[in-house]
């Protein structure tokens, strides 16, 4: 696989993120090296081998449904960069 | 006897028999703070006063203290939450952010009489192997200012070596503990995963976080884990196990012991005096009665871009939840939702965070998950295979913890595949779950630690920590400190 800059531009958009001009020449560069080394797994065969997303067989992990206090909501507001009285603050999403 | 010199056990059993005051040891810790932390940039944040009102209170209840570790002074790596107290994780993008909780591993601190002088500088959001990725600027190594600390939890090791503390509490993704123990002389522990809850430490890669202890040697890392581990029901991860009697089990019995020496970690890329320290550790616990077995690993050549395909993928998907919406940063100026989004993350993160997200993003990408993200998955199986396979011959892993001593500061930022590459005997014990123990095993010419890492078998962390304090009872590397550090 080859990273270029149109791929850079797709996954940066995905990230939500912008990349200047020049900021991305580097970013895609230094991107294309990670993946190209990363392709030394291909050398390994790994036909019929599951993939494993947790070391421990964990699965399914409940708990009682207990009533607790939630969090103060004025405290959590008070961390909130733009809120009002009651809520988060945001632009207009839906017309 | 200085005091910033005692290990945590030794100022603990001074503080409970009344020879020095729980004032005294914050007021010798905020001392060194003063002197030594301009330079080594170690904190984000010092909680000073809060520490000595602390201090203060704790004092009344000496008597009836329970934890050897009680009133003895630490630090917290700043992506662990405390209750009002900035907590970065060295990110412009959670500047302002005062969590409203305490992570559980807090909590359990302060239940045990820790008194926090404050939060500990690291790469940002835990990614980067030098602490230079910080934006609060790179941490300094205190046997050379020159070098970086190790990363990420370089504030951290740098606090301990330097006397600012007598232990901090890290985390540890891919070596985040070990490897800046290595570098700055501590002794260090990533615990088998799901031992320590990950409540309230901001997540890197979910999967693969631990939090540990850095200390000045083997007996303070088994109490500092007996007081953190345990199942916690907010983090459905976390395991039921036997915890809590590491530093009672503490007897430097090693006799029978089998410690492996995997022959692919003693080959190419590695300096010359780092082999000479680490395998020297092998003969050191040999003299006290271990068997040493060779034996072979491999995998060495994977498990550096299976860390980090698997890591990126789950911080590309972690680090969404910073959007400049609930809590943090957000941009100044925006035209709509999306562009806020877009804006606050664009200038909120920092270079190795946004290659992070990306490459993550990349990974998990229709059309190269399978390539990618699903074939790491595969490949993290064959690696906890190979350790599978490793501890039927023996009972414990000798490796160095990196191939060198700490870099110059500069060297790691300019070429991140290389960096990545200075990760390749940590990153296997994250992918498998396993305990780590990083130790100093030696210096080399320039008067730099080397650190040697033990790998032991889930749950193993007694094993581990046993052999470490045998090695530590017949050496004193765990006992140097760098000039500058013995001021109290």
């Given amino acids: ?95 | 006897m200085k005091l910033t010199e005692l290990t945590a056990l030794e100022l603990g059993a001074a503080i409970k028999k009344g020879e020095v005051s729980i004032k005294e040891a914050v007021q010798a810790a905020l001392d060194a703070v003063a002197v030594r932390d301009k330079e080594l940039n170690a904190f984000i944040t010092v909680t000073g006063e809060q520490a000595l009102d602390q201090a203060e209170q704790l004092q009344a209840g000496v008597k009836d203290a329970a934890s050897p570790l009680y009133g003895v002074p630490m630090a917290i790596k700043d992506n662990i939450c405390t209750r009002g107290v900035k907590t970065s994780c060295a990110s412009k993008i959670l500047g302002d952010f005062a969590p409203p909780y305490d992570a559980t591993v807090t909590t359990k601190l302060a239940d045990a009489g820790a008194v926090s002088l404050g939060k500990l500088n690291m790469d940002e959001f835990a990614m980067g192997s030098t602490s230079e990725t910080s934006f609060y600027g790179p941490v300094k190594n205190p046997w050379d200012l020159e070098r970086v600390p190790g990363g990420s939890s370089g504030g951290a090791a740098a606090a301990v070596a330097a006397g600012m503390g007598w232990y901090a509490v890290g985390s540890d993704t891919g070596g985040s503990i070990r490897q800046p123990a290595s570098y700055c002389g501590v002794t260090g522990m990533k615990p088998t995963y799901g031992t320590v809850s990950r409540y309230g430490l901001i997540a890197y890669a979910s999967s693969l976080d631990q939090i540990g202890p850095l200390c000045r040697d083997a007996a303070d890392c088994a109490a500092i884990l007996d007081v953190l581990q345990g199942r916690d029901p907010r983090d459905g991860t976390s395991l039921d196990g036997q915890y809590g009697n590491l530093l009672g089990g503490l007897t430097g019995d090693v006799r029978g012991l089998r410690i492996g020496l995997p022959v692919d970690c003693y080959g190419d890329g590695q300096d010359g005096e780092v082999k000479t320290a680490v395998l020297a550790v092998a003969d050191v616990l040999k003299a006290r009665g271990a068997e040493v077995v060779e034996l072979s690993f491999p995998v060495m050549e994977y498990v550096v871009p299976t860390y980090y395909i698997i890591a990126a993928a789950e911080a590309s998907s972690n680090l969404s939840r910073f959007d400049g919406v609930k809590y943090g940063w957000r941009a100044e100026e925006y035209e709509g939702l999306k562009d806020l989004y877009c804006k606050t993350r664009t200038q909120g993160f920092g270079d190795e965070v946004k290659r992070r997200i990306l490459l993550g993003t990349f990974v998990l990408s229709s059309g190269y998950y399978d390539a990618y993200y699903r074939k790491a998955l595969q490949v993290k199986a064959v690696i906890k295979d190979a350790f599978d396979k490793a501890f039927q011959q023996c009972d414990m892993l000798l490796t160095p913890v990196a191939p060198t001593t700490a870099p110059r500061l500069g060297e790691s930022l300019s070429d991140p595949l290389q960096m990545y590459l200075s990760d390749v005997y940590t990153v296997s014990v994250n992918l498998a779950g396993l305990p780590g123990l990083s130790m100093p095993c030696g210096f080399d010419s320039r008067g730099l630690p080397i650190g040697a890492q033990l790998i032991g078998t889930h749950f193993g962390e007694g094993v581990l920590l046993n052999a470490a304090h045998g090695f530590q009872h017949d050496t004193d590397f765990h006992k140097r400190a760098p000039k500058g550090g013995d001021l109290a």
């Fill in chain 1, 1 to 95: 696989m080859n990273i270029d800059t149109e791929m850079v531009d797709y996954i940066a958009e995905l990230s939500r993120l912008e990349l200047q001009t020049g900021e991305k020449q580097a970013m895609t560069a230094q991107l294309e090296q990670i993946i190209a080394y990363m392709n030394v797994l291909n050398k390994l065969d790994t036909t019929g081998v599951e993939p494993m997303s947790h070391v421990f067989p964990v699965k399914n992990v409940l708990r009682e449904d207990e009533v607790v206090p939630s969090q103060d909501r004025a405290e959590l507001l008070a961390g909130a960069p733009v809120p009002d009285e009651e809520a988060f603050l945001v632009p207009k999403a839906v017309d």
